[in-house]
């Protein structure tokens, strides 16, 4: 069984800055491209960026400019640089990895 573990998450004022990080056991690269995703409450999960081997990230709309994704894929690793977080930026992040496997997030949470 493949494990997804995310960590970094936090508490973080409005304008602050995190880094997420998430490790696979297995590949973080396969079938799927794996990226972050983001669940706030009452919303539907949407996706922050994906990555394949052959090109740059892909980001959504709201996180370009802000957000980095970057890969380590000798570590199994996915690492998420968020700048000038915003309160709208509250919510459970979670990684998904190239096998399609998905961690059980950590949250988010931007107030002053």
């Known amino acids: 069984q493949v494990l997804v573990v995310e960590s970094g998450g936090g508490l973080v004022q409005p304008g602050g800055s995190l880094r997420l990080t998430c490790v696979a056991s297995?590949?973080?690269?396969?079938?799927?491209?794996p990226g972050w995703y983001r669940q706030a409450p009452g919303k539907e999960r949407e996706r922050i960026a994906t990555?394949?081997?052959?090109?740059?990230?892909v980001y959504a709309d709201f996180a370009k400019g802000r957000f980095t994704l970057s890969a380590d894929s000798a570590e199994n690793s996915l690492y998420l640089q968020m700048t000038n977080l915003q309160p709208e930026d509250t919510a459970l992040y979670s990684c998904?990895?190239?096998?399609?496997?998905w961690g059980q997030g950590t949250q988010v949470t931007v107030s002053s």
């Open positions: 990555i394949t081997r052959a090109g740059p990230p």
């Open positions: 998904r990895d190239g096998g399609g496997n």
């Open positions: 297995g590949s973080i690269f396969g079938r799927f491209a």
